[in-house]
């Protein structure tokens, strides 16, 4: 069976009302995430709101990460037309061992999303404030061994006999290419070509779960350190022996989670200070419960039903604090089915308090509509930690939402669809502190 054949059976299988055959044809560790009960409240939903289903168009699949795609299926309904969007993980043909008896890859998400959504991805375009012949770029290893990643070095074409800042950049949650790509967005790049353009040296690579996912997913005792810090701290060291950069001022900047994590890069690599981009503070598995109640607010506003079973994601969440917590825990009971070793670690982990006892430099900034990382949550943490220093800068841009793309109104996983690049005015604050206003 083809990815876009399950992602068709999926579909007919919730007209006809087998729930719990879809249920189980997810991954054993997302399926307590998407009981029959829950996924039958969120179908029933959009039945009442937009009729029965009255046809299928052909699926497009498109490649979501190693080993997983996404297979977007235009669909339409008596009263509106959708796409409904379903991620598949494993190999055509495979038979899952815990399904539901059909041959087929395993389920790892469904989405309804906007009509459009199901239209070919359009290429990336640079920003407008990008200018591609104002640097070069070229392909290098970071690290060595079974684990190296391939990456990316972006050099300002006038580096010559003054050397200049460098940055190395540090990808969010999940398997992410060095560009962060999302659907046709590319926030790392876009970053990455605003600030070799404003005249800084940039390294960003792919993350070691998506380059060696079959090195690192079976591995128990993995944690943010083994996902972040042996590539970064490689890449530092990279770029800090560049014969055009300035090794006294060399950065590190991380988004969303990479933003946590980077005050463990620069606890084990010579950086000159930090820039944090919609950083968690918050501890992960309790900004999860938060994310998914305010994305149930919002699919409730709709009339529509919750994105996943609270109850079960509060439970797992739980599970993280109790003090029985070890690894031997089942990682079936745990958020996303993530072994218990990287709670245990993230659970000891305070990446303000990590990034005062730095005493760097730092760049902290906020979007204002971001309902992953908060002002409230999250920015109120570094604000609270890093209280007084004068070599700390926080800004907020009010209109940015986590991937410091600008809008209006609630923010939306929706929102993240259409082309568009990162604010400007990010870019080029971050720039300006990288070359004239880091604190030395």
Do not use: C
Not at 252 to 273: D, N, Q, Y
């Amino acid at each position: 069976m083809t990815f876009a054949d399950t992602a068709l059976a999926v579909i007919e299988m919730a007209r006809r009302g087998e729930f719990t055959g879809i249920s189980d044809r997810f991954l054993p560790q997302l399926r307590p995430l998407a009981p029959p009960d829950a996924l039958r409240a969120a179908w029933d939903a959009e039945v009442a709101k937009n009729g029965q289903v009255s046809a299928l168009g052909t699926p497009l699949t498109e490649a979501a990460g190693p080993g997983t795609v996404l297979v977007k299926v235009p669909v339409t309904f008596e009263r509106a037309t959708a796409t409904v969007a379903v991620g598949l993980a494993g190999e055509e043909g495979e038979a899952g061992e815990e399904g539901g008896g059909d041959e087929g890859p395993w389920i790892t998400g469904i989405q309804l999303l906007p009509a459009s959504a199901a239209a070919p991805v359009a290429p990336w375009e640079p920003p407008p404030y990008a200018d591609p012949d104002s640097f070069t770029e070229h392909d290098v290893t970071v690290g060595d061994g079974p684990l190296a990643v391939p990456g990316t070095l972006g050099v300002p074409r006038r580096a010559g006999q003054v050397p200049v800042p460098g940055v190395v950049l540090l990808a969010g949650s999940g398997p992410n290419d060095q560009d962060e790509t999302i659907g046709r967005n590319k926030p790392l790049k876009d970053l990455a070509w605003g600030l070799a353009t404003a005249g800084v040296a940039v390294l960003r690579f792919e993350k070691v779960t998506r380059a060696h996912p079959d090195l690192v997913a079976g591995n128990p005792h993995f944690t943010l350190t083994d996902e972040y810090v042996p590539q970064a701290v490689a890449a530092i060291g990279l770029l800090r022996g560049h014969p055009a950069v300035d090794p006294a001022r060399v950065f590190v900047a991380g988004h969303s989670e990479g933003g946590t994590a980077a005050p463990r890069v620069a606890a084990r690599a010579p950086v000159a200070g930090l820039v944090i981009l919609a950083g968690g503070a918050q501890p992960l598995h309790h900004a999860m419960v938060r994310q998914f109640r305010y994305l149930a607010s919002l699919a409730a506003a709709q009339g529509a039903a919750p994105p996943a079973d609270l109850h079960a994601i509060t439970r797992q969440a739980a599970a993280v604090d109790d003090p029985a917590l070890s690894e031997s825990t089942p990682d079936s009971d745990l958020p996303f089915g993530v072994p218990a070793a990287y709670w245990l670690d993230l659970r000891d982990y305070d990446p303000p308090a990590a990034a005062a006892a730095l005493g760097k430099p730092l760049l902290i900034v906020q979007g204002g509509r971001d309902y992953q990382a908060t002002v409230a949550d999250d920015l109120s943490r570094w604000q609270a930690a890093l209280d007084g220093r004068p070599d700390v800068t926080i800004r907020v841009y009010p209109a940015d939402n986590h991937l410091f793309f600008p809008g209006e109104g609630p923010s939306s996983p929706a929102e993240y669809e259409p082309a568009q690049h990162v604010d400007p005015a990010v870019v080029a604050g971050i720039a300006a502190w990288l070359t004239e206003g880091a604190p030395q």
